[in-house]
């Protein structure tokens, strides 16, 4: 996207929505978002944003210190994936507060720690969050306030031009957050100890969608399928914020849902060949979102897979990470939609660092290189190694890089090495080509047993690839002789499992899991405990809490 200011680069997101804006002629009004089969423009989205800053500003919010902005207040902000909340964190920054965005699923304890943590002053909730919100918000004493409903491009006419002089005016008058003041906090989800709330500015903000928009080449040509939850970065960066500040489309689906993503795939490209108007572009996912979608394949008639498969194939891009992508997924998705899923790797703290080719090899198993303008270094554990290949915790330093932990300066510094590296918990390791390989946080996945150093995520890519595994979560249990053992908990495939039981025997033995591991892994890589379980306890994001798993094993 051009930058239309006179500047070196933009300093807030409201300027980044003011050359959008700009962009947005009156006879050809830019559709930003669409939902529930309505299409909202930029123009719209603006319209509203100065709208609730307005709300915010009339409201006596503590931290204002009477002035005419929110000087750094928190905004918790509760919505479904819509306009509404795209708007809400529009107005949010629009008038110099923080966005707290907050998780839907959360229970009402959880929701309260989060508030109480960030000391959020207001809250903006849609209408069907209010019942619940009214109760937190009195409880932590914030202001409730409903987010106004986004007038769609279906309500209302074209009557652009003077609007968006008007709202560009505006914006270009509140210049009242810069660069480095904290625009968004976001909870970790807590895999490796307490959730904290990581701290991005608004350049951290502008920087993200200016490298991933960079990598991935997102236009406004693009349109995106967004059925991710807006409190993690995976979907407020990659399948929002960077496809906005590229001018692209988002179209959001709150609800994953294997059937409603494959037919609005096919929707897009009709089976005689064509492109429909408003098809979809760009899809990003975590792996149990495309493990679900190969199961719904297979449970296609043929006609119905042919359709699927080809419409999947016309999509530009196609991507996937926040956890590690089993190899038969990306295989099978490769020879049903001739698509090699993009896997890259992220955390809350930076955002994207590492990523697999847009043009060139991605290759299966790792997640590729540095993004442009990422740097990363690995601390080898052991210094005295002699082997070739460096294996130890990666660094990441990137102008993406989060401000600081709210209210925790101590674990904010220990957090970085000097140079202003930020130190991730994840112990990586580099392939002969430069390619990252991820083997796992350290605290979760690399497991000591005797002697040796193990990564969990490596086992786990092997056993899956057995045909009656269908999900598997590998962790190390305390033992008194080998420090720790390998324990692999197993998802057996719908058919072996009704097969067990109609033969009244589980889906796999443990000594039929060893005999079958000795091809494949070292001896003291093959379980020596196993749990078959009916399915793993995944969070929002599809991840596996180990360190909870291990607490109910007895392990911790
Ligand atoms: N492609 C990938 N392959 C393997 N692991 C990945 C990939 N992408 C992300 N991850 C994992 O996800 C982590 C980042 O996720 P996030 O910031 O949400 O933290 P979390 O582990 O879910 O929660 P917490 O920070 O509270 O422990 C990374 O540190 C890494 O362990």
Not at 44 to 72: E, F, H, M, P, W
Not at 377 to 401: F, H, N, Q, Y
Request: one cysteine or more; aromatic letters at 8%.
């Amino acid at each position: 996207m051009e930058t239309n200011t006179a500047g070196p680069s933009f300093h807030t997101f409201m300027e980044v929505v003011k050359a959008v804006l700009r962009q947005a002629s009156a006879a050809n009004e830019r559709v930003a978002i669409r939902a529930d089969h309505k299409s909202y423009s930029y123009l719209q989205l603006s319209a509203s944003a100065l709208n609730i800053s307005n709300l915010l500003l009339s409201k006596d919010i503590k931290g204002t210190n009477g002035t005419r902005y929110l000087d750094g207040a928190r905004v918790g902000i509760v919505a479904k994936p819509s306009a509404e909340f795209v708007a809400a964190v529009l107005g949010t920054w629009h008038c110099g507060g923080v966005a707290v965005p907050l998780a839907l699923s959360y229970p009402e304890a959880e929701l309260l720690h989060v508030m109480n943590d960030s000391d959020v002053s207001m809250i903006l909730s849609t209408q069907e969050h209010q019942q619940l919100m009214e109760n937190v918000a009195s409880k932590c004493s914030a202001h409730l306030s409903l987010i106004p409903a986004v007038t769609s491009m279906e309500q209302s006419g074209s009557g652009a031009a003077d609007m968006i002089a008007k709202l560009i005016g505006e914006i270009e008058e509140s210049r009242i957050a810069e660069g480095d003041d904290p625009a968004l906090i976001l909870y970790t989800s807590g895999t490796t100890g307490k959730p904290k709330g990581v701290v991005h500015t608004h350049k951290s903000i502008i920087a993200q969608a200016q490298i991933l928009t960079a990598a991935w080449e997102y236009t406004c040509s693009d349109q995106f399928l967004h059925c991710l939850p807006l409190h993690h970065v995976h979907g407020l960066f990659n399948a929002l914020l960077a496809p906005l500040y590229a001018g692209s489309l988002v179209e959001f689906m709150p609800k994953f849902s294997v059937r409603g993503v494959w037919q609005r795939w096919r929707e897009s490209y009709p089976k005689d060949g064509s492109k429909a108007d408003g098809a979809i572009t760009s899809f990003t996912g975590v792996p149990t979102m495309y493990t679900r979608l190969l199961q719904g394949y297979e449970t296609m008639d043929s006609d119905l897979q042919v359709a699927s498969a080809s419409a999947a194939n016309k999509l530009r891009l196609m991507m996937c990470g926040s956890s590690a992508l089993p190899y038969p997924v990306l295989k099978q998705w490769e020879e049903i939609t001739g698509h090699r899923l993009l896997e890259r790797y992220g955390m809350t703290e930076f955002v994207m660092a590492l990523s697999n080719p847009l043009h060139g090899l991605r290759k299966a198993g790792t997640v590729g290189k540095p993004l442009p303008q990422v740097e990363v270094k690995i601390i080898a554990e052991d210094e005295s190694r002699t082997g070739t290949t460096e294996v130890g915790e990666l660094c990441v330093r990137s102008p993406s890089l989060f401000k600081g932990y709210w209210k925790q300066p101590k674990i904010t510094e220990e957090s970085f090495i000097d140079g202003g590296f930020f130190k991730t918990g994840d112990t990586v390791t580099v392939d002969e080509d430069g390619y990252y390989v991820i083997l796992g946080r350290t605290n979760a996945d690399i497991m000591k047993v005797g002697g040796y150093k193990l990564s969990a995520l490596d086992i786990e890519a092997v056993l899956l690839e057995h045909e009656v595994i269908s999900e598997c979560c590998v962790l190390g249990l305390p033992d008194k002789d080998y420090g720790e053992v390998v324990c692999a908990i197993i998802v057996p495939q719908a058919d072996a499992k009704r097969r067990s039981e109609q033969e009244l025997k589980p889906a796999i033995s443990l000594e039929e899991l060893q005999n079958w591991s000795k091809e494949k892994l070292a001896p003291y890589k093959i379980p020596t405990k196993l749990f078959l379980w009916d399915s793993l306890p995944r969070n929002a994001m599809g991840k596996v809490n180990k360190k909870e798993l291990k607490k109910l094993l007895g392990g911790l």
